[in-house]
Each structure stands twice: as structure tokens, then as C-alpha cells.
């Protein structure tokens, strides 16, 4: 016998002797590797003689070769580049391997393959890394390989020394933890700032400038639950003696919500012109636009809105109103209680033949009114058991106030509030004063 003959004959009884020290059969294969490119990678094939594991490489289609000695195969590595012959086949494989608690890694791109009898569920015996090996490290790898093969042969009654020590593990985990912890970083900084930006967009949307003139103040709140809101509101000056208002409120809140209220914004409008003329609607004929407009639209997800929409008659103070299931407005007199202006219409996107009218008041000179969301109304009042509407003492000591000093004030409340995340909501108040002392 040649010296290259004893030496590998004498490894071979030191490997089989190794064997039989850990209780394994010495037919026992610790990685089966099965591949569609007839070959290992080297840094692999170093990983397995330098870890002292037995291994045998196959292609997928000599699968049926190994198939009735399962019992002898500590873990299988996929390892595949570009089409496979037969997804199908890959796919059952894998499950007969799942079915007898033969951990699997994939050294492969995830694959969607229509077999109806294919049922893979997770299996604690399982790890894919569902990537190709250029991506995975050696010692991921390597992990990976040695808690396969404890659980196997722990299950098999096999005593087996740890493959890979603690305080490597632990290494090894920490940094892979760090680094998805710094990608999560990454990600989660990447979003913050696109939802910042996409705040800056919506409210660009928001009036830039305040039509105040001698006769009317106007002041406003616009307070996001989150960087995006589902408010919206406007300020427009229609012509000369006319200028047209809403609060907007679409029900929920971050992205789709204020996606929708950009659509609302452009759905509503408040005047037509036809060729030298032009028509202004009424506040129930924009709400009833506005509603045909959403429900034409046939939103996903059952979205629908609130609104309240008034114009004001800047020569005549006449104030005509109409709302969608909107808090009702309200209408602070000097020396008065504040007081609801109510009048009836339902929702925004849900009934298409939906019908809305409209009310008319009469504002004075010190007349305030109020229009505001449902994020706001914990803080101006409640309703009551009874269905009556109370409002706060801390509103009742701001309602006398000038129209600008209480919307401050209400404002530093708002800003204050020590809700708990789930309870905040986007809050928009419009608030309008007609100056004191103006003539009738």
C-alpha cells in the first residue's frame, strides 16, 4: 500500500472512529448538497472538510437515489442558479424533506410554483435563506448548518458536541442583529422623511394668504395627527362680495386619508363660467356635487367624508350653510352662548342619490362663527345623554375674545393635549369674526 493510501485509509478510520464517538452511523451523511451546477462552491467545500463533516453532492434530479435513506442525512442545502428543469419537482422535494424533519437551506431565489398538492408550512426544523450564496456569509452559513444538524441527530438519539461555540453564536448574532438593526434605521429614517415631504406637498395645498379684509378676520388651525393629514380645509374669494369656505374631513388617517383629501380639494368646486358668465353654487348644490363626484369615484376600502361648506356675503354679512355629517358650525354672538347652527345631510361617498339642503343666518357686526373636525370638538364641548351639546368652560372663556386671540388660544390647548397616540386626531379650525364698529 502506497503512503497517499495508508494516510487515507488511516483518515478514514479516524473519521469513522470520530463518528462513532458522537453515537452517529458511520453511513451518516451530515450535508447532502444538491445543485444544478455539478459542483460546490470552494469556500463552502473548505467550510465542510475544515467542520470535519461527511458530504455528498448530487444534482435535483438524482433526488430518488437518496430518497429511502432520509433517516441517514443530517440537513440539505439547495443550491441553485437560473432555471430549474422542474420547479415542480423542487418544490415536492422540499416538502418530503419537511415531512421528515430534515432541516433545508436554500441558496435560491424564492420560487411561486402553482402545485395544488404542495402544502409547505414552517416547520421549526426548517431555515431557507432564500438568497443566493454570494449574499450569505460563512458563518451564517455555518450557523445555520450546525443547529440544523443538532436538532437532527438530537432527535435521532445521536449525542453530538456543539458544532459552533456560544460565544460565537453569540457573535455572530449580534452582528447580524446590529446590521439589520442600522438597515431598519435606514428604512425607517428613508420614510419619516418621505411623509415629512409628503406633508410640506398637502399643505401647499392650503390657502398661502387669508382674504382679510376691513370688514372680516379670519384665523385658522391646521394640526396633523401624524405628518400627513385627513383634513382639509379652504378659503376662497369667489368675486367681489363672495367668499366660499369648508372644512373637509376624511374618516382615518395617515396616507390614504390625505391622499383623498387632495382629490376633495379638486372635487369641490364653488363656482362655474359659462363663456362670459359665470354661476356661483349654492353651498347645498356644491355638497351635492361633491357627493356625486366621491361616489362616481367608487373608492377602494369604503372611504367616505365629512364637510361643512358656507358662503359668505362679504357686502351683505348673509352667511348660507350646508353640511355632510359634519359638526355643525357655530355662531358666537357678543354677550351670547355660543350656539349650533344644525341643519341635516348625510355622509360624503356613501349614497349617491343623497339630497342636502342648506340654512341661512344673519351675522352682526362682533359675530363670530366657527367651523372645525371632529378632532377638535373634545375641546369646544360634548354632547350630553340627552344629545345635547355643552360647551367647556375653557372654550365659554375664550368665545369673547377677539377672533384671533381665542383661535391662539385654542391653538396652545391643542398643542398641549397629552392624548395618547391611538386618541389624537388631525385637528382644522376656521375661525371669521365681523369687525365690531363696521356699518350696517
Not at 112 to 138: H, N, Q, W, Y
Not at 165 to 183: D, G, P, S, W
Not at 393 to 406: A, L, Q, R, V, W
Request: aromatic share 8%.
Amino acid at each position: 500500500m502506497s503512503y497517499n493510501a495508508a494516510k487515507k485509509k488511516a483518515n478514514e478510520m479516524d473519521r469513522a472512529e470520530s463518528f462513532s464517538a458522537f453515537g452517529v452511523p458511520a453511513n451518516f451523511i451530515d450535508v447532502l448538497y444538491m445543485t444544478n451546477q455539478g459542483y460546490i462552491p470552494s469556500k463552502i467545500e473548505r467550510l465542510f472538510k475544515f467542520k470535519k463533516l461527511s458530504y455528498r453532492i448530487i444534482t435535483i434530479d438524482k433526488f430518488s437515489e437518496v430518497r429511502d435513506r432520509l433517516d441517514l442525512i443530517g440537513t440539505v442545502i439547495i443550491d441553485t442558479k437560473g432555471p430549474v428543469d422542474s420547479q415542480e419537482q423542487l418544490v415536492r422535494i422540499i416538502e418530503l424533506l419537511e415531512i421528515d424533519h430534515i432541516g433545508v437551506i436554500l441558496l435560491t431565489d424564492r420560487k411561486r410554483v402553482p402545485v395544488k398538492s404542495f402544502s409547505l408550512s414552517s416547520s421549526k426544523t426548517s431555515f431557507a435563506v432564500g438568497d443566493s450564496m454570494e449574499t450569505v456569509s460563512i458563518d451564517e452559513l455555518w450557523t445555520r448548518v450546525s443547529v440544523n444538524l443538532a436538532y437532527r441527530k438530537g432527535n435521532s438519539s445521536m449525542a453530538v458536541q456543539p458544532a459552533i461555540q456560544r460565544r460565537q453564536v453569540n457573535t455572530i448574532c449580534k452582528n447580524k442583529l446590529a446590521e439589520q438593526l442600522a438597515m431598519t434605521k435606514v428604512l425607517a429614517d428613508n420614510l419619516t422623511e418621505q411623509l415629512r415631504l409628503a406633508g410640506l406637498v398637502q399643505q401647499d395645498f392650503l390657502p398661502s394668504k387669508l382674504p382679510n379684509t376691513d370688514e372680516v378676520q379670519w384665523a385658522t388651525i391646521f394640526l396633523p395627527a401624524e405628518w400627513v393629514s385627513g383634513d382639509i380645509y379652504d378659503i376662497v374669494r369667489i368675486d367681489e362680495q363672495h367668499i366660499g369656505f369648508y372644512v373637509a374631513d376624511i374618516v382615518g388617517h395617515g396616507m390614504p386619508a390625505a391622499l383623498l383629501t387632495i382629490f376633495l380639494k379638486q372635487a369641490l368646486v364653488m363656482r362655474e363660467t359659462i363663456e362670459n358668465n359665470y354661476h356661483i353654487f349654492s353651498p347645498a348644490e356644491v355638497v351635492k356635487n361633491l357627493n356625486l363626484r366621491m361616489t362616481a369615484q367608487k373608492l377602494s376600502g369604503y372611504q367616505f367624508a365629512t364637510c361643512c361648506y358656507c358662503l359668505l356675503n362679504t357686502k351683505t354679512l348673509q352667511l348660507t350653510y350646508a353640511r355632510a355629517g359634519h359638526p355643525y358650525p357655530i355662531i358666537i354672538r357678543p354677550g351670547q352662548k355660543p350656539e349650533q347652527l344644525q341643519i341635516r345631510g348625510s355622509l360624503l361617498g356613501i349614497f349617491e342619490q343623497a339630497e342636502y339642503i342648506q340654512g341661512t343666518v344673519q351675522l352682526q357686526p362682533g359675530d363670530k362663527l366657527l367651523l372645525y373636525s371632529d378632532g377638535a370638538e373634545p375641546y369646544i364641548g360634548r354632547f350630553d345623554d340627552q344629545g345635547g351639546f355643552g360647551f367647556n368652560m375653557e372654550f365659554c372663556n375664550i368665545k369673547d375674545s377677539p377672533i384671533i386671540d381665542m383661535i391662539d388660544s385654542l391653538n396652545a390647548v391643542l398643542q398641549n393635549q397629552t392624548n395618547e397616540p391611538p386618541e389624537v386626531d388631525d385637528i382644522t379650525v376656521i375661525g371669521l369674526e365681523i369687525r365690531p364698529g363696521i356699518s350696517d
